[in-house]
């Protein structure tokens, strides 16, 4: 059975950093890309970042690029982000999902998510 | 970016009865390359993450009931819950996944109760 569970979300000061994890299991972690996908409280989905399965590839939706990192230690089967110059904006419930695309591509197709961490910007 | 409107916001249906949900995108999602559409959806119940329920426009992902079905091309797509059962009350939300990211979802769509 995949599981995904993520951590490392807290209460934050604008400006402010955090690193978020998801610790993979049930799957063969090292050849699937991975996305993080948000949810502002009470909001839709939103698309933030992905990494193919080597970590040869990556991507950020604008709103995050320059902010966010993301990464993947394939040895421990765990996906971060690393978000800095946090802004209240960015207050939402994070999810990583697997994505259906394994080899050196992404496909944006998520057949499995985290139950999230919620990361809350504000002084 | 490709944007994904969804219609309505919210709909209530009678339980047994019919539900549909609309996907509207920006562009044609349709690859002649692979004859395929890169749409998916997904459903939120509270408190939960999303399930993916459907892609490929009309592929039903594995354990999905067969009451959930999905259609439409290029632009246009159509989620419809044929008998609606209590149990699928949730959010629904489209998703395209054409080409390399952003990867963007519709706003959702509220499936309640009448």
């Known amino acids: 059975e995949v599981q995904l569970v993520e951590s490392g979300g807290d209460l934050v000061q604008p400006g402010g950093s955090l690193r978020l994890s998801c610790a993979a299991s049930g799957f063969a972690f090292t050849r699937y890309a991975m996305s993080w996908v948000r949810q502002a409280p009470g909001k839709g989905l939103e698309w933030v970042s992905a990494?193919?399965?080597?970590?040869?590839?990556?991507y950020y939706a604008d709103f995050v690029k320059g902010r966010f990192t993301i990464s993947r230690d394939n040895s421990k089967s765990t996906l971060y982000l690393q978000m800095n110059s946090l802004r209240a904006e960015d207050t939402a419930v994070y999810f990583c999902a697997k994505d259906d695309e394994y080899g050196t591509m992404v496909r944006g197709l998520f057949d499995n998510w985290g139950q999230g961490t919620l990361v809350t910007v504000s002084s | 970016d490709i944007v994904m409107t969804q219609s309505p916001d919210s709909l209530a249906v009678s339980l047994g009865e019919r539900a549909t949900i609309n996907c509207k995108s920006g562009r044609s999602l349709f690859y002649s390359s692979t004859n395929k559409n890169y749409l998916a959806w997904y459903q939120q119940k509270p408190g939960q993450p999303p399930k993916l329920l459907i892609y490929?426009?009309?592929t039903r992902e594995f354990g999905v009931p067969d009451r959930f079905s999905g259609s439409g091309s290029e632009t246009d797509f159509t989620l419809t819950i044929s008998s609606l059962q209590a149990e699928d009350v949730a959010v629904y939300y489209c998703q395209q996944y054409y080409s390399t990211p952003p990867w963007t979802f519709g706003q959702g769509t509220k499936v309640e109760i009448k």
């Open positions: 990494i193919s399965a080597n970590s040869g590839n990556t």
């Open positions: 490929w426009a009309s």
